[in-house]
């Protein structure tokens, strides 16, 4: 999605990797391999709608790279879903999975769709026929899709199910992110919320600023936002505000996120619940509060509004949320700035134990899922602030540089083919 400045989610990630790049003094053989991206698969298929009629939609795949593991990331049901986006986030990918060490690569995906103006079955056909268009290049040990905006456990059962049916038999690891009762992993479903809250509460205390009482303000109330929101209650912070797409509420004396997540799960909206004043999106972003948490689309913090930002640290759980202007803009402000390739990698990183889990046929109770979580989490937090404390750069750069050298490295030690 194209951000205020006129800048792509795909011109800002190219812009982080030539910055990068360059920091590391990568030669330009390197970095013309690492800036391609390897795989990409645009489709357009029919599905049946529910009135008998038919209409096609499109759909990408697309694969970054594979120098370290299969290619690793989500599928996105989105009406402004755009090829650019798929690319920009499949680098993304790889960027976070190195990060945090998992042995894979970058991918992502998704259908031009709004999967809120479609029925169950409507949805089930599309995933469906979907799924078989990109299973030419998708698998456990080649591309293992997962969890984004606007898809869900039961989208990911219905593509393990269209797998293993032309498979033969059940392929659980083609997928994460699936009901634990066809393989899912206890904790993936909280991991991307846990990882955030692990990582601020340590960058916190890390920089001395107590994480008990800190305010909180979270936009957007999925699967990112809602736990996280929750957890970082858990862990003594109070959430002030929170938003979905038609907006927010906020009450200065914390909110009550049970009664929201069940108004949600009815169906309502935020803005319905009456226990709390009303704001805008943009409100929410500029509220005195000690930490934010962008958690909807890319691009919401931007130079129009990065001024009004008042949090002294900003916990990324979207992917790009914040536009390289105003990435600028508050780190120049001295605010705390927590990347979404550490901060929001719970996901991935519990996407990784589950597909350990379907390779070996033996789960783990959730106690060991969040425990090694955890662990991962505090470890690559250590190291990229080490890194930056090192290099004298910011937690994104370190975390940018260490990612791209790890690719780097396996891209150079392999070989370039033939
Ligand atoms: N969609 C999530 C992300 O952006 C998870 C990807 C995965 O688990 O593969 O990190």
């Not at 391609?36 to 970054?64: N, S």
């Not at 402004?80 to 999975?97: E, I, P």
């Not at 929201?260 to 999106?281: I, T």
Request: charged share 25%; with cysteine.
């Amino acid at each position: 999605m194209a951000t205020d400045e006129g800048r792509s989610a795909l011109s800002i990630a190219q812009h982080r990797f030539e910055a990068t790049a360059e920091a590391l003094g990568l030669d330009e053989s390197l970095r013309g391999i690492l800036r391609a991206v390897k795989r990409e698969l645009v489709v357009h298929f029919p599905v049946e709608m529910d009135d008998g009629g038919f209409r096609v939609f499109t759909g990408f795949r697309v694969q970054h790279s594979v120098a370290r593991g299969p290619a690793k990331g989500g599928l996105r049901y989105h009406p402004a879903m755009t090829l650019d986006d798929a690319r920009a986030l499949a680098m993304h990918m790889t960027w976070k999975a190195a990060v945090v060490d998992l042995p894979f690569g970058g991918a992502k995906g998704g259908v031009i769709c709004d999967p809120r103006a479609l029925s169950a079955s409507e949805l089930e056909r599309l995933t469906r026929r979907f799924t078989t268009e990109i299973s030419i290049i998708v698998g456990p040990d080649r591309d293992i899709p997962a969890p984004d905006l606007g898809t869900n456990p039961q989208v990911m059962a219905w593509i393990m199910d269209t797998l293993s049916m032309h498979a033969g038999f059940s392929v659980p690891a083609s997928v994460t992110g699936k009901p634990i009762s066809i393989g899912g992993s206890e904790g993936r479903f909280t991991a991307p919320g846990r990882g955030l809250t692990i990582v601020t509460v340590e960058a916190m205390r890390d920089r001395g600023l107590d994480p008990m009482g800190a305010t909180v303000a979270v936009q957007g109330f999925g699967k990112v936002g809602s736990v996280s929101a929750d957890l970082l209650t858990r862990a003594g912070m109070k959430v002030v505000a929170v938003s979905d797409s038609a907006g927010g509420i906020y009450r200065g004396d914390g909110l009550d996120l049970a009664a929201l997540r069940a108004l949600k799960e009815e169906g309502g909206r935020l803005a319905d619940y009456g226990a709390a004043d009303q704001l805008s999106n943009d409100e929410l972003l500029t509220l005195e509060v000690d930490v934010l948490v962008p958690a909807a689309l890319e691009g919401q913090v931007t130079a129009a509004n990065a001024d009004g930002v008042r949090a002294r640290v900003i916990a990324e759980g979207a992917n790009a949320p914040l536009t390289l202007e105003a990435d600028t803009m508050l780190e120049d402000r001295g605010v705390l700035i927590l990347p979404d390739i550490l901060v929001n990698a719970g996901g991935v990183v519990v996407s990784y134990f589950e597909w350990v889990q379907d390779l070996q046929a033996y789960f783990w109770a959730t106690g060991e899922v969040n425990s090694r979580l955890k662990e991962v989490m505090v470890r690559s937090y250590q190291h990229v602030s080490a890194r930056a404390a090192q290099r004298d750069v910011t937690l994104r750069s370190a975390a940018y540089e260490i990612a791209v050298e790890k690719v780097a490295e396996a891209t150079r030690v392999r070989g370039i083919y033939p």
